[in-house]
Each structure stands twice: as C-alpha cells, then as structure tokens.
C-alpha cells in the first residue's frame, strides 16, 4: 500500500526548514523591517504635520493680531490726520474772518469818509443849489 520512506520524509523536512530559514531572512524580515520603517515614517510625518499645523495655526493668529494692530494704528493715524487738518482749517477760516472783518472795518471807515466827503461837497455847493432853486422858481 503506501510505501513510506523515512529519509525522504526527513530530506522533505530538510528542505522546508531551509526554505523557511532563506523566506524568513530573505523575505519576511527585510519586509517586515520595511513596513515597520514605513509606518514610522508615517507616524513621524503626521507628528510633523501636526506641528505644522499647529505652527500655522500659531502665525495665522499672529499675522491676525498684527494685521489688527496695524488697522487700528491706521484708524488712530487716520483720525489724528483728520483732526489736524480739521484745527487747520479752522485756523485758516478764523484767519479768513479776521481779515474780512478788517476789511469789512476799512471799507467801512472808507464809506465814512466818502460820506463826508460827499456832504462837504455838497454842503459847499449848497448855495449855488439855492439860488438855482429860486432862480428856477422865478421863472415859475
């Protein structure tokens, strides 16, 4: 019936030992080693990334408060520009009123003097209105 041979069974056990030693360090390990390495890898690249992220989230959050700080310093500026140019203004529109009213003040005293002036005339030429004045209604 089946004729069972001890030395080949020993030769096929030595063989498969063999073959398991050669796949173990051939194969199994250095692709064991590998994906070990890669999943450190891995692991290493999602704590870098993670602290990436976080570094972002920390510059992101600086460059928020410096781009608010700026826009405030630009507002105060901006508001401080408007007030000088506001006191500006006012000083040169209180100037301008100063002047007019002075020149308000020299046209006045102007017309004052024409005024007299005028009556003077017309008081030194009072007579001769008088005398045309009767010589006028005489001939009435």
Do not use: C
Request: no cysteine; hydrophobic share 45%; glycine share 0%.
């Amino acid at each position: 019936m089946l004729d069972i041979s001890v030395s080949l069974m020993i030769f096929v056990a030595v063989v498969f030992f063999v073959l398991l030693f050669l796949l173990n360090s051939w194969l199994y390990r250095p692709l064991l080693s590998f994906m070990q390495e890669r999943e450190e890898s891995i692991r290493r690249d999602l704590e870098n990334a993670q602290t990436n992220e976080s570094g972002a989230h920390e510059l992101l959050q600086k460059a928020e408060e410096i781009l608010s700080e700026a826009k405030h310093k630009a507002s105060t500026m901006k508001q401080e520009a408007l007030e000088e140019v506001k006191a500006q203004i006012a000083q040169q529109i209180e100037a301008k009123r100063a002047e007019l009213a002075k020149k308000e003040e020299e046209f006045l005293e102007k017309l004052a003097e024409e005024e007299k002036s005028i009556k003077s005339a017309l008081i030194s030429q009072m007579p001769l209105f008088k005398e045309a004045l009767k010589a006028k209604f005489n001939k009435l």
